[in-house]
């Protein structure tokens, strides 16, 4: 019922991969349609999709995403005028919200508890059965930041922001290549994976996992 704002910066190698998802608690005796938020990496560009009810929004922003650069994202939605807007770095597109109604929302009075899981879907939440089951993001995600309000306009943001629960998560944005990890022979070039590093022989005489075959 409030307008909200999620907006973080992320890189990565992967052309696939889950940034955010956005569901809600409905306590017993609360009557509201089906509601999802997905904030994607798909085929490098960022995908956003809003599902509610039998209806389902998507916005499609940027393009070459996954070539290990930080990015920006915001992602908003407008209660009062149904509409969505996304925002990477400094393209930005916007779409009507379906289904949303613009005077009763998501026709809901009452407070929910919401769910915002950050990089991958928690194994209770797949069995709820979500919409999209997508790849668990891998490379760097910081900074971050939710907000709410009863305008667009007048957003305010939450804080103390805590985790509750953390699965498979590294604090600090880690290059393997700086690692005792990197074993690439001398002259060939590593990439970093974030969870693995691989090795490049281009332009070497030598082959092989670590380019150390002549």
Known sequence: RLCRQISFKFRTRLPHGLLAYHN???PAGV???PYALYII???GQLKVVHVY???????TVGRGLNRDEWHSVTVRIDVHSATLIAMVDDLKDE???KGLDKDNNYGVTANVTSVILIGGLSSEEKLH????????FVGCIKDVVLSTGKSASDLLRITPLIATKHENVQEGC???CNSYDNLCFKGSRCINHYNMLSCDCFGTDYEGEYCDIY
């Not at 009810?53 to 916005?59: D, E, I, P, Q």
């Open 31 to 33: 009557s509201l349609e």
């Open 174 to 176: 880690h290059n393997r």
């Open 95 to 97: 779409t009507e919200l």
């Open 24 to 26: 809600v608690k409905v």
């Open 53 to 59: 009810g039998k209806h389902s929004t998507a916005l």
């Open 41 to 43: 990496v798909q085929q």
């Open 129 to 136: 059965g979500v919409k999209y089951i997508i790849e668990s």
